[in-house]
């Protein structure tokens, strides 16, 4: 409570001050070359109903809004009444927080600027949040009407950066006309009325949140008493600043009206097509679908070989799914139901296909000498091609009690292979090829002799050596002997 009077009597303190910083609207400065943000920027107002320079910045930020020049949002965090007394204990806390000292403030983008009121520098400021570096976040809401002045807010966060994304969201419950008004007697826009979500987020590299919650104007109030179970649902906004723990800063910004949900379309154009044949069996699904408001969707898939299909996988975020290699010449049923954030769904028709017979790869041929020797490396090739084009492998025995197997390759391309066979014997090159998909072709063979190398008496030879007078001896007596 100390704090709460103190920041009280820092506010009056300032207020006598800052009469005199009136800006209207036609002072605006009008710089459009950096419309293209790299996110939507967050502005949250610091204002009070006793304050005429917070009257004539209300009209002025409202004008830059209604332009369409500058991708933000805003609220009106309304602090003090008339009296100067604290209106609401949520913008209170918020006020507290940012320190904000004075109104009417600008905190923008989480603090990474604050202004007061001066239009020239509003809009040079919304410029440098708008286009400074954002980690890579994608967020989405909606809101519903229940009935008896209750909505329910849904949310949806991606993460598309590869490492978990820490944050914090602030989604603004908002009267688009508010209930507040300024000193002069002019509703406040977008004047904030209770937080939706005010709290911690993380999100794994690649994942996405989701939350929902429901919220009752009856069961909240401000500080005069007064609830807020007198909504109007067509005057209601919720505003969401997704802030990056790191430095505090805003990351996204969404917004969104109350409205009746309506499903995500039928699933449609599904791959492989309705009804087709001779479909490979490494096949992917594929189909097309959208959601009338936008929202994003997520997809139960069914397959299977049977019809109705069961299903394989939920809340599945991708309009593609892999169901893995398929069996030969069978017929696969599969259907999509399809979700939207808030829950409703839109169920797709049975689609079928059938898959081809996979054909084996031709039998290999194979290139290389018929005849070597023990102990000499030898090379192989080996040449096989598949009907469709698969990929092959090669199994190859070389008759020696030594097998091998080659890895994948193209159809069709050679592959040759290195062999040493140690001893003498003729022996049966065998091979056969087999396609990615485990169709194999027939046994093809190869033969190859490994003589015995010649071999000298080492004993006779080395005597000669020693007694060459012998040789001319040797030699006449083979003559004699006809040899």
């Given amino acids: ?55 004539y910045w209300s009209q002025s930020i409202h004008d830059i809004y209604d332009s369409g020049e500058y991708d933000f949002h805003y609220v009106e965090m309304v602090v003090f009444d008339y009296d100067g007394e604290l209106l609401n204990d949520e913008a209170t806390d918020w006020y507290s927080y940012y320190d ?19 239009s020239e520098t ?89 939350n929902s919650m429901t919220w009752n104007g009856n069961d909240h109030q401000d500080n005069h008493g007064d609830d807020f179970g007198d909504i109007d649902p067509e005057d209601i906004q919720v505003i969401m600043g997704v802030l990056n723990n ?109 898959t081809k017979e996979n054909t084996a790869p031709g039998t290999p041929t194979i290139t290389g000498s018929n005849s070597g020797n023990p102990n000499i490396e030898y090379d192989f090739t080996f040449v096989s091609t598949d009907p469709e084009g698969d990929a092959v492998m090669y199994n190859v025995d070389w008759g020696d009690g030594d097998t091998e197997w080659t890895e994948y390759g193209d159809s069709g391309a050679e592959v040759t292979l290195k062999h040493t066979w140690t001893s003498q014997d003729t022996f049966t090159i065998k091979a056969h090829a087999v396609d990615f998909y485990g169709a194999e072709s027939d046994w093809t063979e190869f033969p190859i002799t490994i003589p015995r190398n010649k071999a000298i008496n080492r004993p006779i030879l080395n005597f000669l050596q020693n007694h060459p007078y012998l040789f001319p001896i040797l030699q006449l007596l083979l003559q004699r002997l006809g040899l």
């Fill in 1 to 55: 409570m100390k704090n709460k009077i103190a920041y009280l009597l820092v506010f009056i303190l300032f207020l006598s001050t800052l009469q005199g910083l009136i800006t209207n609207a036609e002072n605006i400065k009008e710089d459009v070359s950096n419309r293209d943000f790299t996110h939507t920027v967050f502005v949250e107002v610091a204002t009070s109903q006793n304050c005429k320079p917070c009257h």
């Fill in 100 to 118: 904000v000292g004075s109104v009417p403030k600008n905190i923008m983008d989480g603090d990474f600027r604050r202004i007061s009121n001066n």
């Fill in 122 to 210: 509003f809009v040079e400021y919304l410029n440098d949040c708008g286009n400074r570096a954002v980690t890579d976040i994608t967020a989405s809401m909606t809101v519903i009407w229940l009935g008896d002045a209750t909505i329910q807010v849904n949310i949806y966060i991606k993460n598309n950066e590869a490492t978990q994304y820490n944050g914090h969201i602030r989604a603004s419950i908002t009267e688009i006309v508010s209930r507040y008004n300024t000193y002069y007697d002019e509703p406040y826009h977008f004047g904030f009325l209770d937080y939706a979500f005010d709290m911690d987020v993380a999100i794994t590299a690649g994942g996405t949140y989701t």
């Fill in 246 to 354: 790191d430095d505090g800063y805003v990351d996204e910004t969404v917004k969104a009206y109350v409205g009746d949900n309506n499903p995500p379309n039928e699933p449609s154009n599904p791959n492989p097509a309705d009804g087709e044949g001779e479909v490979k069996i490494d096949t992917d699904l594929s189909w097309n679908c959208s959601d009338p408001e936008g929202d994003d969707v997520t997809y139960d898939v069914y397959f299977g070989s049977t019809s109705p299909p069961p299903l394989v996988k939920s809340d599945h975020n991708s309009n593609s799914y892999d169901p893995g290699t398929l069996d030969q010449n069978t017929t696969y049923y599969w259907r999509i139901i399809a979700w939207d954030l808030p829950g409703d769904f839109t169920t797709g028709p049975i689609w079928h296909f059938t």
